[in-house]
């Protein structure tokens, strides 16, 4: 069973899309990306290559830092939720299956 890995850039380039008040086809044309690319980007789908990570945070006026989500202050509540979550599962599910060792 595979993990889900949190997709902390995409939902800072959402959050920075938000904010700046673009949609995503606009967003899509500051970047000469497509429509679809950004949004596979938002969703975790696709990673840009590295260049396109500093033209993104060049775009939004923000770190490279920030736009990956390694600034502390810019990570969001959700975001930190879902990643709360998200251990939280992997802590039940290795209770659960220390259990089942102990029967």
């Known amino acids: 069973m595979g993990m889900k890995r949190i997709n902390i850039f995409g939902e800072m380039v959402r959050k920075l899309r938000k904010r700046n008040n673009w949609n995503i086809l606009e967003l899509a044309n500051k970047l000469k990306y497509s429509k679809s690319m950004i949004s596979h980007i938002e969703i975790g789908d696709r990673e840009p290559s590295l260049d396109r990570i500093v033209l993104i945070a060049k775009?939004?006026?923000?770190?490279?830092?920030?736009?990956?989500?390694?600034?502390?202050?810019?990570?969001?509540?959700?975001?930190?939720?879902?990643?709360?979550?998200?251990l939280n599962k992997i802590i039940s599910d290795i209770g659960m299956r220390v259990k089942e060792r102990m029967r």
């Open 59 to 86: 775009t939004f006026n923000v770190s490279v830092d920030t736009l990956l989500g390694i600034d502390s202050a810019e990570r969001d509540y959700d975001v930190l939720m879902v990643e709360n979550k998200r």
